[in-house]
């Protein structure tokens, strides 16, 4: 959801190649590079923004800037971030995505706030964030309920808002563990940062992974469907460094590592499986334990769940191309390797992504017209970018992809989820999106 630490270099010593060249307002070749290197640390911030620790495993985009990052930052904070119904703390809202109440929160949401706060050191804002959390606990676990009103009233309705979501979740946990080397102490919260993050680690194992080895979509006691998108191995590593104790006793491997590996096997079936996809990566949003497309995993009063490649599966090769730029992981870059030529080649660069395919690569959008659309999804430009810094031959593809979210346009699928993953992929792509827990 243990492989070397992140190492690479800080200034200037980053991958060469083309610029954005969308026919956006993206950077060229012709301009000067910017400087880049990390920013000094201070007593209680000890990763100041920029850092722009370039790992050597990894591709960047060739003129990347940090002002970009700024802007997009910016107007992140200003479309999503709210304290109106958020208890005197604040919330990111979803101000005009599908299906839900409009101005609801989710904790994926929070989730995601946290992160882009602690790697923008934001410590206020990631204190209200946690605060808000804090307010809507689901009893039974522990960790948040997924769904709250607009208002702050209760829980969100059609559907009931009661119960977590994992991928929130571990999202949380990993923050709080960034919180601890980013800030130290406690801020405003009532506990350390630290401890918060030994406190939500534990609850995600105890409440959402299966037989020691699958993620579960949610707390559930019998076989749960899987949502790949879920998966985050890089995470797994940090947290098993943290829940020491969480062994398997009969191979002496944490079983965090166990389960890091179950889901990679898991991941691998399910992309050799008869779908199509065994040449594209392209994975079901929802499948169950053999690897197929799950259908059900609503269950029968939930209606039919998507099985294409779509807004929960497209955040995949974000997740898995962090666990390759980190820590090497030659599982991870087996992966992206498939997703990476698939967009970069079969799709005809960045600027044609839409926002769904068949697992047989077909073009299957969702919000977007058509692939000639002027509005993209950055959460499927950013993530499929972010799996392709694997590899240096998808310099232009990179820049091409960069072009694309700096314009701060590719909203298609909502403001709060587009720019959400636009802000975590810029933070990528820009040396800024690092693990804490290895530096």
């Known amino acids: 959801m243990g492989g070397s630490a992140m190492g690479g270099s800080s200034g200037n010593g980053g991958s060469s190649g083309a610029g954005g060249s969308t026919g956006t307002d993206a950077v060229t070749d012709t301009a000067a590079p910017p400087s880049r290197g990390p920013t000094a640390g201070s007593p209680g911030h000890t990763f100041p923004f920029p850092q722009n620790r370039e790992n050597s495993r990894c591709t960047y985009p060739a003129l990347y800037r940090n002002e970009d990052v700024k802007a997009i930052y910016a107007q992140w904070k200003n479309d999503n971030v709210t304290s109106d119904g958020a208890s005197g703390f604040r919330r990111v809202k979803r101000s005009n995505e599908p299906g839900l109440e ?4 989710v904790s994926e949401g929070i989730a995601y706030g946290m992160l882009i706060a602690v790697f923008m050191d934001e410590q206020d804002l990631f204190d209200d964030f946690w605060q808000y959390e804090q307010k809507w606990l689901d ?3 522990g960790l948040m309920n997924w769904y709250i009103n607009a208002a702050g009233s209760g829980l969100g309705s059609n559907p009931s808002g009661a119960g977590p979501a994992t991928d929130a979740d571990e999202d949380m946990a990993f923050a709080l563990l960034l919180a601890d080397k980013q800030w130290g102490g406690q801020g405003k919260l009532g506990k350390k940062y630290s401890d918060l993050a030994k406190d939500q680690i534990h609850a995600v194992w105890v409440n959402e992974i299966w037989d020691y080895k699958y993620i579960k979509p949610w707390p559930t006691s019998s076989q749960p469907p899987i949502n790949l998108s879920y998966f985050a191995p890089a995470y797994h590593r940090a947290f098993a460094k943290v829940d020491t104790t969480n062994v398997n006793p009969s191979t002496k491997v944490n079983y ?3 389960s890091l590996d179950a889901m990679y096997k898991l991941l691998d079936t399910t992309v050799n499986s008869s779908g199509g996809n065994a040449s594209y990566g392209l994975v079901p949003a929802w499948a169950d334990l053999s690897g197929k ?12 769940s998507p099985t294409n490649y779509q807004y929960d599966s497209c955040r995949v090769p974000f997740r898995i191309g962090l666990d390759y730029c980190w820590n090497g992981e030659s599982r991870a870059k087996d992966y992206v390797g498939k997703t990476s030529s698939f967009f970069s080649g079969v799709v005809g660069g960045a600027a044609k992504i839409v926002d769904g395919y068949g697992l047989d690569g077909s073009p299957q959008p969702q919000y977007q017209k058509d692939a000639n659309a002027q509005v993209q999804s950055a959460a499927f430009v950013g993530p499929a970018a972010v799996g392709a810094m694997s590899d240096s031959a998808n310099q232009k593809f990179l820049g091409d992809a960069y072009g ?12 709060y989820y587009d720019e959400s993953w636009m802000m975590l992929s810029l933070l990528m792509m820009t040396a800024n999106f690092l693990d804490y827990t290895s530096l």
């Not at 409009?102 to 929160?105: L, M, P």
């Not at 694309?404 to 403001?415: E, H, I, N, P, Q």
Request: glycine share 30%; hydrophobic share 30%; aromatic share 6%.
């Open 293 to 304: 497309p799950n259908g059900g995993a609503f269950g029968a009063s939930g209606g039919a």
């Open 404 to 415: 694309v979210l700096t314009t701060g346009k590719a909203v298609v699928g909502g403001t």
């Open 102 to 105: 409009k101005n609801s929160t």
């Open 256 to 258: 965090w590592l166990e």
């Open 139 to 141: 009893g039974g676990t």
